[in-house]
């Protein structure tokens, strides 16, 4: 019952029963899986799992010559062996040895009378290396202690990358010590939309990163595998940043941080001493993430405002760009260049697809799977995450006591059926240039925790099964593990959809009803669909 679910797994008579009178033993190199482990099972056999020498009633962790992410485990009367390629397969190991243990010891205290492991054997190994989520915290800040919980979820579900999507339109959430002002203004705003109808909260809301934050954030996330991917959106999606910074943007009059949401016209101008902020910005951002790959979006980017403005045509001509709109493919080649000269490598969203990108760029195609096939097909690597497939801000179902929508129905079995290889592309080679598949929460009407709970689970322990779980797809044998995972979620307290009864949250004052009629109901669907397709 392990989700997502081993390659192999063979059940075998008897079980190994644990208590805090167990010993762990653990090869050195891999002491911050022992100490993962450690902490874990001391919670709940209330006391502290002495080190040990590998041998009989002993937990061993060791490494063994198998692919880096992949391990094997057996567990029976005698103790329980973990062997990984690497500390990362050692890590998903004792996160599945974490599962063999029954659902309540997920509460971390002692409550329950007896911890048992069933004998078994397993032998496991994920299908691709990149499986990630998307967190918009730009949208609604969440506080730290949000994020490593929602880090926590992740590595139960074995995912290895986390998108933080750190800068909108709404939001500038990381503190850059050279401009205080993108935050100090850019990470407050007066109130919020709250629906399709444009219904306003009347109330403030903001927050951010310190950049010790972020390095606490970083590390957290490190010790359990996961690369934090930051993303600082542009040269669209950055409102907040010319709310603080009015030099960055194209018009005289002053903005405020974003309200409302979609697709903005507020984008940054081009002018050099704008490439340089964010160059300087980006400084510091490198400085913070190690990650190999950095996100500087490029998606829904308007040129409204370029094609209106004699300075953005200037420079445009002095580029010797045919057109003002061709200074969103500038923009991201200086930043490629950028990146590039400093050993790390530029990710965007399928837009960025327009312009003529260096081999090494990675693409997020969003917009269903035509970008994913267009990248591979031109070798770039591919991160495949089509909103119709795994947007987890998508609602569940089609009930009027859903949260108010954002996007189509995307049920559970939807994002189970999630292929992360499309179809066009499967046969040909280019199709090992999907390097994984990452799934997206983004918070426009998202605005708590609970409401990312409530959104992102159980959908991502689906999602999870996309991307480690060798391809093909069982929803009965998936339904029955989702049984037993569920109440490893209770435990933990995660407040999931479940597919029936009232909703476990609902804070936000002044969220539109929505119609009683069914008819009714089905045409503000269709218009809200319809404002997604021209918006989205
Ligand atoms: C996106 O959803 N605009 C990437």
Redesign the pocket.
Known sequence: MIVPKPVRLEARPGEFVLDHTTALAADPALASVAAWLRSELSQVTGGELAPGEPGPGTITIGLADLPAEAYRLTAGPDGVRIDGGGPAGAFYGAQTLRQLLPAWSYRKAPVGDRLSVPAVRIEDEPRFGWRGC?LDVARHFMTKADVLRFIDLMAVHKLNVLHLHLTDDQGWRIEIRRYPRLTEVGAWRRESQTGWDGAMDGRPHGGYYTQDDIREIVAYAGRRHIMVVPEIDLPG?TQAAIAAHPELGNLDTPLEVGTTWG?GVNVLNAEESTVEFFQNVLDEVLDLFPSPYICV?G??CRKDQWRASPAAQRRAAELGLDDAGELQSWFINRFEEYLTARGRRLMG???ILEGRLAPETVI?P??GDLGAVIAARAGHDVVT?S?VSV?LDYRQGPGADEPAPFGTVLTLEDVYAFEPIPAELAAEPAATRVIGAQC?V?TELIDSSRGVDYMAFPRLAAFAETVWSPPGRDLAGFRARLAAHLSRLDAIGVEYRRDTGPLPWQTRPGVPGRPEDPQEWQATLSRWTGNLREH?
Request: hydrophobic residues 40%.
């Open positions: 998307l999606h697709i979006g998606d829904e969203w399928d837009e997020a969003w917009r995450c909103n947007y997206a983004w989205r």
